[in-house]
């Protein structure tokens, strides 16, 4: 097992990523913290995920020895896919008027959603996977994928009119894009939060399932979508050509995001803070799930001693059964 390989599935604070071999998809998990918004530590570690997938690409010139075709985004959170934007460190930044640092943040944001729009530049199909809440930039986090699954209890939406804002990293673009500016709109300017089944209506859910069967429907559509795996990355390829999101285009509205922002005034942050304090009042780790797939990786014949991901030497088999655990 090459480093670079191993790399991808390294201890994070705040994402929890592991290898599913029959479907050659990598599962990463939002594992926040305290409160499940996209948090500058998250943010980070989402870049360098993506980044650490290319390298594994590159070195192996793009053959690489454990395949990956799809990326499966999801969370640990129990009933919260993700909150989006960070509201207490923007209230922050905007009382110190702090431009630069709410810049700093969005653009952090900016590259997470193109790189996904973008699959990575690589043969990759990315799936969402809303089992619960994704609002504001956690909306914006699902919009910027291929393939949106979502349970029937999920809800999605864009709050931050209520608070004299709007969604500024990807919202306007992706929706108009690929359904219409007015519906862009509708949404963005409605500040309501919808149900999966009224946004499975819109088409931006393209697979709806029953509570607790989301994981099984992303398997099912994997398997299924694996079977023309070539013609339908030639599609997405088709998509990206036919409606190109720009890195230039997502930057240019997240600055008027910026400069929105820092014309808040005391009773629209007041507004905000609502929201801080209601997201407050979850303990999180009461909440977490655990992954779907522990990290136990099939290798097929395997000889001792070996390195571990964590670079320690294991020197015999230590396991009870060789089946995954449960």
């Known amino acids: 097992m090459s480093q670079a390989f191993r790399n991808i599935f390294k201890e994070r604070a705040e994402l929890s990523v592991r290898y599913d071999a029959e479907h050659a998809a990598v599962w990463c998990y939002f594992n926040p913290k305290d409160r499940p918004r996209l948090s500058l530590t998250m943010l980070h570690e989402t870049l360098e995920l993506q980044q650490t997938i290319i390298d594994y690409f590159k070195k192996s010139n793009m053959e690489p020895e454990f395949p990956i075709r799809y990326i499966v985004v999801a969370s640990q959170s129990k009933d919260i896919f993700n909150y989006g934007g960070d509201l207490d460190h923007f209230s922050k930044l905007i009382n110190n008027k702090d431009k630069e640092g709410l810049l ?7 590259e997470n959603v193109y790189l996904t729009a973008l699959n990575l530049n690589l043969p990759i199909t990315i799936i969402a996977l809303v089992q619960g809440a994704a609002l504001g930039g956690g909306f914006e986090q699902v919009l910027s994928t291929d393939v949106v699954i979502a349970e029937e209890k999920a809800t999605m939406g864009f709050p931050e009119i209520r608070f004299n804002l709007f969604p500024g990293m990807g919202a306007y673009s ?4 690929m359904h219409g500016i007015q519906t862009a709109e509708e949404l963005i300017t409605s500040g309501k939060v919808y149900s999966a089944t009224e946004l499975h ?7 709806l399932v029953k509570d607790g069967s989301g994981v099984e429907k992303a398997k099912q559509f994997m398997k299924k979508h694996s079977r023309h795996f070539n013609g339908m990355q030639a599609i997405q390829k088709v ?8 890195y230039d ?8 995001w ?10 629209d942050l007041k507004i905000m803070q609502r929201l801080v304090t209601a997201q407050n009042s979850k303990n999180i780790n009461d909440y977490k799930l655990r992954t779907h797939y522990d990290r136990r990786i099939d290798l097929g014949e395997t000889s001792f001693p070996l390195v571990d991901t964590h670079n320690q030497i294991i020197k015999k088999d230590r396991r009870k059964s060789d089946k995954r655990r449960t």
């Open 258 to 267: 910026v400069d929105t922002a820092l014309q808040l005034t005391e009773i």
């Open 249 to 256: 285009e997502l930057m240019d509205i997240t600055k008027i």
């Open 201 to 207: 209506e819109l088409g931006i859910v393209h697979h």
């Open 104 to 110: 700093q943040y969005a653009q952090l944001c900016i």
């Open 174 to 177: 992706f929706l108009a894009r």
């Open 239 to 246: 998509q990206q050509r036919y409606k190109p999101v720009s």
